[in-house]
């Protein structure tokens, strides 16, 4: 469910209106700096999307998403995107047609058909899926369209044949990996020479989130100088090889081991391994994560490399004590989206 705000503020500064919907929403929202002025702004009862729309669109801002900290910058910015849709605790937003002629100039058989001239004209609609800060999104599916019309009632939806069976192609987002928000694809049939903008568009995308984090691998008392703590759990081997520390910036040189069943595979769990990872101080507060300043060797089933942590902004934590590895809880659901009368190229 998403969460619901209510705002009634007159003659606000904007930075103070930010604050409250942090307080409210109970995520980290930052004011960026930009032009200074008040403003009246009211709501109720309204959802985290809607509130965050309403207030980027009157106060001239725009949102950032820093996923480490799980931070949302709102920058002073003079662009606006009109087009969106919310469902729940996500937000849909159009980014882009992008329409395309192939033209064969070479090669072309002297009688018969070009194969090379079938299907040459292409449109493909990008949009973009953002969810609340509370549950970060992990992987985005092939978006499967449902509707797809121009301002004449044509169909949109692209077909493979005449007998109209529909074949959605996709571009998918980066794996499981960490963010608010992510970029996918649809291709779209040809539009007719008349058609000047789509009346509809509707389908559905398969999100993975991220439900809750468990330790799996935790090692205790470190300090700098000390080698070879070893560290196990039921996805992972951790071995610290090395502890270094300057300027309040701490390096850990690591051999990280994937603890796999046999015929398993998952060619991009290093690529989380960062954002999975955690360095603690004695009142367990956690560093910063930098990511990895040197890799030393991968593989498959293993990550030798230095991983950098320093301290958060303005905050100031004790000597690190301990590393925690944690794993991953998700969970899949499949979310509706809409948009409606967007110009064509």
């Known amino acids: 469910?998403?969460?619901?705000?209510?705002?009634?503020?007159?003659?606000?500064?904007?930075?103070?209106?930010v604050k409250e919907l942090a307080k409210q929403s109970g995520y980290k929202l930052q004011f960026q700096g930009g032009q200074q002025r008040r403003m009246t702004i009211e709501m109720e009862n309204v959802t985290y999307w809607q509130a965050m729309e309403k207030l980027c669109n009157e106060a001239g801002?725009?949102?950032?998403?820093?996923?480490?900290?799980?931070?949302?910058?709102?920058?002073?910015?003079?662009?606006?995107?009109?087009?969106?849709?919310?469902?729940?605790?996500?937000?849909?937003?159009a980014q882009?047609?992008?329409?395309s002629r192939y033209v064969n100039l070479a090669n072309i058989p002297r009688t018969g058909t070009d194969a090379n001239q079938q299907d040459n004209n292409s449109l493909s609609f990008g949009f973009m899926i953002q969810s609340e800060p509370k549950s970060p999104l992990l992987a985005v599916g092939p978006p499967r369209l449902t509707k797809?019309?121009?301002?004449?009632?044509v169909s949109l939806l692209p077909r493979t044949n005449d007998q109209q069976q529909f074949n959605v192609q996709y571009n998918e987002g980066?794996?499981?990996?960490?963010?608010?928000?992510?970029?996918?694809?649809?291709?779209?049939?040809?539009?007719?020479?008349?058609?000047?903008?789509?009346?509809?568009?509707q389908g559905k995308v398969l999100v993975t989130l991220l439900s809750g984090t468990k330790a799996d691998v935790v090692?205790?008392?470190?300090?700098?100088?000390?080698?070879?703590?070893?560290?196990?759990?039921?996805n992972a081997e951790i071995t610290i090889e090395d502890i270094s520390e300057q300027n309040k910036v701490w390096t850990l040189t690591l051999l990280i081991k994937r603890i796999a069943k046999q015929g398993e595979h998952d060619y991009n769990w290093m690529n989380s391994l960062q954002q999975k990872m955690e360095l603690q101080d004695a009142k367990g507060r956690k560093y910063q994560s930098n990511g990895v300043s040197n890799y030393i060797n991968t593989s498959e089933?293993?990550?030798?490399?230095?991983?950098?942590?320093?301290?958060?902004?303005?905050?100031?934590?004790?000597?690190?004590?301990?590393l925690v590895l944690s794993r991953w809880l998700t969970i899949s659901q499949e979310v509706e989206f809409e948009f409606k009368d967007l110009p064509l190229p």
């Open 1 to 17: 469910m998403p969460k619901r705000i209510t705002l009634k503020m007159k003659d606000a500064n904007i930075e103070d209106i």
């Open 174 to 201: 980066n794996g499981l990996y960490r963010n608010f928000q992510h970029s996918v694809g649809v291709q779209l049939a040809k539009p007719v020479k008349d058609a000047a903008r789509v009346k509809i568009i």
């Open 219 to 234: 090692i205790d008392n470190l300090a700098v100088g000390k080698k070879k703590l070893v560290g196990t759990g039921a």
């Open 61 to 93: 801002l725009s949102p950032g998403f820093e996923e480490q900290q799980g931070i949302v910058y709102l920058y002073q910015q003079n662009t606006v995107s009109p087009y969106t849709h919310h469902t729940g605790p996500f937000r849909f937003v």
């Open 301 to 322: 089933t293993s990550v030798h490399a230095a991983y950098q942590f320093s301290m958060p902004p303005n905050a100031e934590l004790g000597p690190a004590v301990k």
């Open 148 to 153: 797809a019309e121009d301002e004449n009632g």
């Open 96 to 99: 882009n047609f992008n329409y």
